[in-house]
């Protein structure tokens, strides 16, 4: 079983900037073999369905959805477990929950979600 604890999100204006910080634990990731999962954010805002944001696989690559290329960045700690996402130049659009999971293929990895971060971007 593995648990996600998301954090770093709130309440910010347009153009402003928030860090996200995403912590894993439990089976493969308590063993060491953590590094061997792509890891990503996902963004879910109401009435929508959860959106693939951004992706960093065993080697350190990235991508990212059109909507925040340029404006957000990936990165992961595998000594730690934590995975972090960097988002800058914030805008209204970019409100959602945002969740954490290991990905493969684009899909999530593990059925398990954690709470999430709430990120509002607002005047």
């Known amino acids: 079983q593995v648990h996600f604890v998301e954090s770093g999100g709130g309440l910010v204006q347009p153009g402003g900037s928030l860090t996200l910080s995403c912590a894993v634990s439990?089976?493969?990731?308590?063993?060491?073999?953590?590094?061997?999962?792509?890891m990503a954010w996902y963004r879910q805002a109401p009435g929508n369905q959860r959106e693939l944001v951004a992706t960093i696989d065993r080697g350190g690559d990235t991508n990212y959805s059109d909507s925040v290329k340029g404006r957000f960045t990936i990165s992961r700690n595998n000594a730690e477990n934590t995975v972090a996402l960097q988002m800058n130049s914030l805008k209204p659009e970019d409100t959602a929950v945002y969740y954490c999971n290991a990905v493969r293929n684009a899909a999530p990895v593990f059925s398990s979600w954690g709470q999430g971060t709430q990120v509002t971007v607002s005047p």
């Open positions: 439990g089976s493969m990731f308590s063993l060491g073999f953590g590094s061997l999962y792509s």
